[in-house]
């Protein structure tokens, strides 16, 4: 007897990231408390309080990302829009492990990576160096890291207008600074790849090779996730977009349609 399969079995690309019912909050510490004092001493008020009571007072909480659910598919990329404060950045940094949920679950299937403009380069090192390291904090052979270096360097367009890859990139414009990290991030294959605002700031040119290189690595098997206030890449780029509104939500469907209703939202502005 043969055995089939259920049909979405054979259609539907394998979940890489699923999203069940997610709640993050932050807790801001000392806010309000510290009036007039000095930090060493509202601390300490701060530690008495929390003996005297059994729970800390002073800390406010912000409620970033409320019941949020999705599944995310290999091969797709998925825009995340919102204006500003509605938990974007957030629940991207919860996806790549680096902030804890206060409810639900993430799972993830292979290693997220997030590629953000404060993706951690060292601003004393030069440019080269910082290839070198940040390729291997990505787990890429010192081997792997010299076959791709030309390639790396010549897509962040960083010598274009001299040989600054050999100045410490603390001499780097906040715009080149950013190419590079993409350059940096995107030349290895990623199993979900989640992009934080890193198209907004090359210029027009590199928006462009960004946004190719963004549909090569969706080509190769994994899933992206772009968050971006640029409707223009987000259409260009997504087949698919996840909008938030006060860390709710609100809509999560095809590019065409959310974004129809999103600019409605904002009167054509993001
Ligand atoms: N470290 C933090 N501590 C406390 N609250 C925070 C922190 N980071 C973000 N928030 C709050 O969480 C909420 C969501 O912020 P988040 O940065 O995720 O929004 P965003 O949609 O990415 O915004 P933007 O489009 O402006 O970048 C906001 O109310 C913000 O004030």
Partial sequence: MTRTEPPEAKTAPAPTVIADAV??????????????????????GR????????????????????????TARRGEAIGLIGTNGSGKSTLLKAVAGLLPVERGRIYTDGQPSLLGVNAALMNDLTGERNVHLGGLAMGMSRAQIRERYRQIVDFSGIDDKGDFISLPMRTYSSGMAA????????????????IDEALATGDRSFQKRSES??????????????????????????????????????????????????????????
């Fill in 179 to 194: 190419r590079l990290r993409f350059a940096i991030g995107s030349a290895k294959d990623h199993d979900v790849l989640l």
């Fill in 47 to 70: 530690i008495l309080r929390r003996h005297r009571d059994g729970q800390e007072r002073g800390v406010r909480t912000v409620h970033a990302v409320r019941n949020v659910s999705f």
């Fill in 213 to 270: 290189r963004i549909r090569e690595l969706r080509e190769r098997a994994g899933t992206v996730f772009l968050v971006s206030h640029n409707n223009k890449s987000i259409r260009d780029t997504c087949d698919r977009v996840l909008w938030l509104e006060h860390g709710e939500l609100r809509l999560d469907g095809p590019t065409a349609e959310v974004m129809r209703e999103y600019e409605r939202f904002t009167g054509g502005r993001a």
């Fill in 23 to 44: 709640d993050i909050v932050y807790r801001v510490h000392g806010a309000g408390t510290a009036t007039g004092r000095g930090a060493a001493t509202a601390a300490l």
